[in-house]
């Protein structure tokens, strides 16, 4: 076997990604596995080696151990959110010195790197997503998702055999009948996490839902899906592409879900000439935000109460906590709207956090405030942003009560995991927004 390349850890506080990097080609090549087979023994496999070795013979390719998994594991058993996801893609370019890569996700790593693109479209020049899907449990409007008990059933028979390589009929059917393999891929189930931790990962991550994420996409992208994957059918990777903008689809024969099993040479083909043949495009005008709006409540009639002099000073006030605050939450402020503030993040957990905080703060300056938040596509407009998720969070915040954060079905789907709780607030009609939407209020701590 070839020299297997070393483990390094990129850092950030108290957070520690295990990472290698092999390959000196003209682009770098971020391959987010997601926890599927741990670095540091991924290599034993000739299948893997070789995979991994024939990106690296056109690209720089930095690999890494997601959040909690393989040598990326923490002695806290929680379940990372979308914004930690991103966090961590960035912050192991930023230790490898990448300021744009290309993004290869397998299965959950598609999950993150889907939002990680659409929420920094400057860092990601391209994407392959390979056995991917963007909801994995059925719903009214997802009929190509798996049964709720068919999931509970599929975890229970994965816990109970972790770590002896048994399943992998539903991972690597044209191999699950080598000893040797079976064997192997029991060590890296082992090496990735325990039963009880695995178990409980693959149960939220079944229940993420990234179809809000698809239209805010503005990256070249390739989706990649076997038509006889046992474990995410080809309808998930046909959706992927059919809504994510300009995405090129290619569907290759074979019946496994590892992408480094079975006849990998067309997946590779695919990769190579669409990476080094797309083109790098300008500066992205579009992007995935987590727009909030604020707003004082009763501001009219507190500035009549206080004069104008007095009522300056109050403002100046809450537009310097909210500064504060949005910076704190790693947001954009985009603009103070007199009585308010519009403000942009790239994850809506900061963005929740951010307008708890700060209601907090402002409370004590004898003002209180209401928010409201919706995650979508918004337009870049020199310091301002424009787009129907702009308009769509302004009607929201304009429905919140007085104290209250209230937040749009799409960013509570997306939060899953943070341990954010909500309250439902029912359907509603947004003035100038087609349909009804779904509304939840942050519950109060």
């Not at 000196?24 to 023994?41: E, N, R, S, Y």
């Not at 074979?254 to 500066?283: C, K, N, P, S």
Request: net charge negative; glycine share 10%.
């Amino acid at each position: 076997m070839h020299d297997v390349p070393e483990t390094r850890y990129a850092r950030d506080g108290d957070v520690r990604i295990a990472y290698q990097v092999i390959g000196d080609g003209p682009i770098d090549l971020l391959f987010a596995a997601g926890g599927v087979v741990p670095v540091d023994i991924g290599w034993e496999d000739p299948g893997y080696n070789r995979f991994m070795r024939r990106l690296a013979s056109f690209s720089r390719v930095v690999l890494f151990d997601s959040r909690g998994w393989g040598a990326s594991r923490t002695a806290v058993d929680t379940f990372p959110t979308l914004e930690e996801w991103a966090d961590d893609l960035r912050l192991v370019l930023d230790t490898v010195g990448s300021e744009r890569a290309a993004v290869v996700g397998h299965y959950a790593g598609a999950v993150m790197s889907a939002f990680f693109a659409a929420a920094h479209p400057d860092r990601v020049s391209s994407m392959v997503l390979i056995e991917a899907s963007a909801r994995m449990l059925r719903a009214p409007d997802f009929p190509i998702g798996m049964p709720a008990e068919a999931r509970d059933r599929m975890i229970a028979s994965f816990v109970e055999s972790y770590g002896t390589g048994s399943n992998l009929v539903g991972q690597a059917r044209s191999r699950s009948s080598e000893e040797s393999f079976r064997r192997w891929w029991g060590r890296c189930e082992r090496m990735a996490n325990g039963p009880l931790s695995a178990g409980a990962y693959w149960r939220e991550l079944s229940g993420r839902d990234i179809r809000a994420v698809l239209p805010a996409l503005r990256v070249p992208t390739l989706v990649l899906h076997r038509a006889q994957d046992p474990f995410i059918r080809v309808d998930h990777g046909r959706y992927l592409a059919e809504h994510i903008p300009d995405a090129r689809y290619v569907e290759v024969e074979g019946e496994d879900h590892l992408f480094f099993v079975g006849d990998t040479a067309r997946m590779l083909d695919e990769i190579e000439v669409f990476l080094t043949g797309a083109a790098a495009g300008g500066e992205p005008d579009r992007l995935l935000a987590s727009v909030l709006f604020t707003d004082i409540v009763g501001s009219t009639d507190r500035a009549a109460a206080l004069g104008d002099r007095r009522w300056r000073e109050v403002l100046d006030r809450h537009d310097a906590l909210t500064r504060e605050h949005v910076e704190r939450f790693r947001g954009r402020m985009v603009k103070t709207t007199g009585d308010g503030a519009l403000a942009t993040f790239d994850g809506p957990a900061r963005a929740i956090r951010c307008a708890v905080s700060l209601r907090d703060a402002v409370s004590t300056a004898g003002l209180e405030l209401r928010a409201g938040i919706h995650t979508g596509e918004v337009e870049q407009r020199g310091d301002d942003i424009g787009g129907i998720a702009v308009h769509l969070a302004a009607r929201v915040q304009s429905l919140a009560g007085e104290r209250e954060v209230l937040v749009s079905r799409t960013v509570a789907d997306l939060v899953a995991g943070s341990g954010i709780a909500f309250s439902d607030r029912g359907e509603h009609e947004l003035k100038g927004v087609p349909g009804r939407w779904r509304l939840l209020a942050v519950d109060h701590s």
